[in-house]
C-alpha cells in the first residue's frame, strides 16, 4: 500500500504539468539565447552584459581574472559560443573587462565573421625551450 502512495505522490505532479493547455513545447531545435550561454560559461565568467539594439552590439562585461587565467584555446571556444548567438541575429559582440577595456571582439565585416585579436590576447600554444626529441 505505501508502495503505491509513493508512486502516486510521484506521478501526481508529472500528470498535472501534462495536462497544462499552456505549456510551451517546441516544434523544432532552437538556438539557445545569450543568457543560457553565459549560464553555462559558469564560474562567474560573464558578470554583466548590455544589449544596444540600435547599434546592434553586444557588449559583455567579463571577470578580469578568470579571462586572464583562461587560455587561447578556452578563450576562443567563449567566443564562439557566444558568436554563434549573435549571429542569429546579426549583432556584434564586444568583450571587456570591469574597466571597459576591449579585450575581444566578434563583428561582422566585409561578408564575414571575425574575432579580433586574432590571438585574444592570449599565447595559443607555447614551445618548449628544450631540445624537442631529447637528442644530444
Same mark, same amino acid.
Given at each position: 500500500?505505501?508502495?503505491? &502512495?509513493?508512486?502516486? &505522490?510521484? @506521478? =501526481?505532479? @508529472?500528470?498535472?504539468?501534462? %495536462?497544462?493547455?499552456?505549456? &510551451?513545447?517546441? =516544434?523544432?531545435?532552437? %538556438?539557445?539565447? &545569450?543568457?543560457?550561454?553565459?549560464?553555462?560559461?559558469?564560474?562567474?565568467?560573464?558578470?554583466?552584459?548590455?544589449?544596444?539594439?540600435?547599434?546592434? @552590439?553586444?557588449? *559583455?562585461?567579463?571577470?578580469?581574472?578568470?579571462? @586572464? !587565467?583562461?587560455?587561447?584555446?578556452?578563450?576562443? +571556444?567563449?567566443? %564562439?559560443?557566444?558568436?554563434?548567438?549573435?549571429? +542569429? #541575429?546579426?549583432?556584434?559582440?564586444?568583450? +571587456?573587462?570591469?574597466?571597459?577595456?576591449?579585450?575581444? $571582439?566578434?563583428?561582422?565585416?566585409?561578408?564575414?565573421? $571575425?574575432? !579580433?585579436?586574432? *590571438?585574444?590576447?592570449?599565447?595559443?600554444?607555447?614551445?618548449?625551450?628544450? #631540445?624537442?626529441?631529447?637528442?644530444?
Amino acid at each position: 500500500m505505501k508502495f503505491w &502512495l509513493m508512486v502516486l &505522490l510521484v @506521478l =501526481l505532479p @508529472l500528470a498535472a504539468q501534462a %495536462q497544462n493547455p499552456d505549456a &510551451l513545447v517546441p =516544434l523544432a531545435p532552437s %538556438q539557445p539565447s &545569450l543568457w543560457w550561454i553565459s549560464d553555462r560559461l559558469g564560474e562567474g565568467f560573464i558578470e554583466n552584459w548590455i544589449i544596444d539594439q540600435d547599434a546592434k @552590439l553586444i557588449r *559583455l562585461q567579463v571577470n578580469s581574472q578568470t579571462w @586572464l !587565467t583562461a587560455n587561447y584555446i578556452k578563450r576562443y +571556444e567563449i567566443m %564562439q559560443k557566444l558568436g554563434n548567438v549573435a549571429l +542569429e #541575429n546579426r549583432y556584434d559582440i564586444v568583450v +571587456e573587462n570591469n574597466r571597459q577595456v576591449k579585450l575581444a $571582439q566578434y563583428k561582422y565585416e566585409q561578408g564575414n565573421w $571575425q574575432i !579580433t585579436p586574432p *590571438l585574444l590576447g592570449a599565447t595559443p600554444f607555447s614551445a618548449n625551450s628544450g #631540445n624537442f626529441f631529447g637528442l644530444r
